[in-house]
């Protein structure tokens, strides 16, 4: 039998507990916890978009919004809502006792526009974004030297200089891939302690383009975002606003101006389960300022077996066996009936959350439909 060493002692065996005071002890702050318990990696709460289709569709089996305690990004195309979204996030923000910090890189906010998505102005913290660098310091600072509960908006990331953009000229080669090193820097020393504070970080940016002669390439990946490939590994949500330029895209008033528009969502990106999934709003900018919410759930709950049509008419079938029979033109009319509204919202859940969670139904009813252009998927023998 092998002899110990002289001087060596045995080291017990340490309890999974034991090991994790040891570390915490040794680090000098909680980095070690018990995944059953309170910890920094489970998202407790979701900060609705404004959007209810959407929020049905960010996470698996649960009405979400934009995850707190994660980076999540709202990208888009020009006049898709990017702007109003954040406004939107951030005024239910506030109505759960977050602080919210605007970073705005675009001097595009006013007050006027955030009170008219429900923001109070008197408690939002506006900074005009100077630099990359410097949103990520004063980030780093403010969760630093706060235990208030923070959504921080930046609006947005394109258009955010670095400093080397600001003290150089104006060829684009002389500070060619700063800005993304600067952010797979940021991001490396932010992830943590935003998760830890249980702080959000929502980003906006920009749907740029993507000019390749790879045909293949421009149809399945017609766009892509500014900031480098770091953010892409950050961001635990991403969802990419697109639009139509058709006529029939817009909402106008009775003598024909436009006030609005129609905005498709997809999740780009989802660390709940739910990439590629769709859903459609319109939101109102006309004018009066919001998202046409409730007139976008009757797209929602069409394929649900309470609700049928028969010519012009459709009929919602109740949990009690009573019916509703109504026109498209009078849905508006009909949700300020509370049972005809709690039903809707019932097969809402149905239709949007449980069906895809239990996977009722074909799989394309959920996920993107096929572009234009995009050949048609061939079925298997």
């Known amino acids: ?136 310091e004063t980030i780093e600072d403010l969760l630093a030297n706060s235990n208030n509960k923070l959504l921080f908006v930046w609006d947005s990331l394109a258009l955010t ?46 749907l740029k383009t993507n000019i390749t002669s790879n045909v293949a390439e421009a149809m399945t990946t017609p766009y892509f975002t500014p900031g480098g490939k770091a953010m892409h590994y950050a961001y635990s949500l991403r969802v990419w606003l697109t639009g139509r330029k058709a006529k029939a895209s817009f909402i106008l008033d009775d003598h024909g101006y436009r006030i609005g528009s129609e905005v498709k969502a997809k999740i780009e990106k989802s660390r709940f389960g739910t990439a590629g999934r769709i859903c459609n709003f319109k939101i109102l900018w006309g004018g009066e300022v919001g998202i046409q919410d409730e007139e976008s759930w009757f797209e929602a709950v069409k394929g649900s077996d309470s609700l049928t049509s028969a010519g012009a008419w459709y009929t919602l079938t109740h949990e009690d066996g009573t019916t509703d029979k109504f026109q498209p033109s009078r849905w508006s009319e009909k949700m300020t009936s509370e049972k ?38 061939q079925s298997e023998a």
């Open 340 to 377: 005809f509204k709690t039903r809707i919202l019932q097969l809402m859940d149905e239709e949007v959350i449980l069906k895809f969670q239990n996977r009722v139904g074909d799989a394309t009813a959920f996920y993107e439909e096929q572009e234009e252009g995009e050949p048609a998927k």
């Open 161 to 206: 200089p670095s400093t080397t953009d600001i003290d150089g000229d104006f060829n684009p080669l002389s500070s060619m891939a700063v800005k993304p090193r600067i952010l797979s820097k940021g991001m490396a020393k932010l992830v943590q302690p935003i998760a830890n504070a249980q702080a959000t970080l929502l980003v906006l940016n920009q």
């Open 1 to 136: 039998m092998a002899k110990k060493k002289n001087g060596s002692s045995g080291a017990g065996r340490l309890s999974i507990s034991e090991m994790r005071s040891m570390i915490n002890k040794k680090h000098g702050t909680a980095v070690a916890h018990n995944l059953k318990e309170d910890n920094p990696t489970d998202v407790k709460e979701f900060i609705p978009t404004g959007a209810r289709w959407l929020d049905s569709i960010i996470c698996r089996g649960r009405l979400a919004g934009v995850p707190v305690g994660k980076i999540s990004e709202i990208a888009g195309l020009e006049a898709t809502g990017k702007s109003y979204m954040a406004a939107q996030v951030a005024a239910n923000a506030q109505k759960m006792g977050i602080d919210v910090v605007y970073f705005d890189a675009e001097s595009a906010i006013d007050s006027s526009f955030l009170e008219a998505a429900g923001c109070s102005t008197d408690d939002i913290l506006y900074i005009q974004a100077h630099s990359v660098e410097f949103v990520l």
